[in-house]
């Protein structure tokens, strides 16, 4: 069964993020004013796998190998299985 | 009146995205196979304006002027009142 993925990444509370502190600055170089700027990357993918339970697992588990450091980031992961069957 | 704010980018169809295709090699490295890997980023702020409108024509003025390119990327805006006025 095909399943799709998607992975929300943001920093923790408390973690400075230079590209939303740059986003800032650069809108109030244009004369906009706005405050509490926050960056979120969202990667999603599809992949195969047996059931939700199994992909959950197996998406946390890219999670902590390569996309999130969990030292500075939180992520959430959503599944959402395909209509088509394979 | 506070407004939050959230811009939502994402290449436009046909556009190369060298992120996610970092990301699927190297998940592949990892011996998990993905497909269709999509990037996509979000901006959040929060800023004052006077009704939902106005809030979302600025921050569209905001997109076209420096947060997004729209030769290549296709943007969302999504505009949300605070409770608490001021």
């Known amino acids: 069964m095909k399943y799709d993925a998607e992975v929300k990444i943001s920093l ?5 993020n230079p590209e939303a502190a740059t986003i800032e600055r650069a809108l109030a ?3 906009y004013q706005v ?3 926050k ?3 969202i ?3 599809s992949l195969e796998g047996e059931n939700d339970e199994t992909v959950h ?3 946390d588990e890219m999670c902590q190998r ?3 450091n969990p030292v500075i980031h ?3 992961i959503k599944i959402t299985s395909k209509n088509s069957i394979k």
Chains 1, 2 share one sequence.
């Open 29 to 31: 170089l244009l004369e």
């Open 35 to 37: 405050e509490d700027t």
């Open 74 to 76: 939180n992520y959430e």
């Open 66 to 68: 390569l996309l999130c």
């Open 12 to 16: 923790k509370k408390g973690m400075l």
């Open 57 to 59: 697992k197996e998406v």
């Open 39 to 41: 960056t979120i990357d």
């Open 43 to 45: 990667i999603k993918f």
